[in-house]
């Protein structure tokens, strides 16, 4: 079993940045994909981009590529999301999750860190 906790979330004005970490315990996910999810109120789950055991990273949505950078630390077990110029649309839940490489669904996903965009 895989436990993940994000933390860095919080209230940032439009045009800020902020960076959200996620610790991964219970065993080693060196050898697995790391990814981070959000979810607006009212709105579908949606994939914000992931990053493979190399450090190869993709993304999903148009409107982060650019603007937020994924990078992980396999020796600390943590994986990292910068987030600059910030939207309010950027407002949602954030989720950091974790898939053994041959999956295609992640498997094990935190509690989730709030980040408020205000205008």
């Not at 910068?82 to 498997?107: F, H, I």
Request: aromatic share 10%; hydrophobic share 30%; with cysteine.
């Amino acid at each position: 079993q895989v436990q993940l906790e994000e933390s860095g979330g919080g209230l940032v004005q439009a045009g800020g940045s902020l960076r959200l970490s996620c610790a991964a315990s219970g065993r080693t996910v060196s050898s697995d994909v790391m990814g981070w999810f959000r979810q607006a109120p009212g709105k579908e789950r949606e994939f914000v981009g992931g990053i493979n055991r190399l450090g190869g990273s993709t993304y999903g949505a148009d409107s982060v590529k650019g603007r937020f950078t994924i990078s992980r630390d396999n020796a600390k077990n943590t994986v990292d999301l910068q987030m600059n110029s910030l939207k309010p649309e950027d407002t949602a839940v954030y989720y950091c999750a974790v898939r053994r490489a041959w999956r295609s669904q992640y498997e094990y996903w935190g509690q989730g860190t709030q980040v408020t965009v205000s205008s």
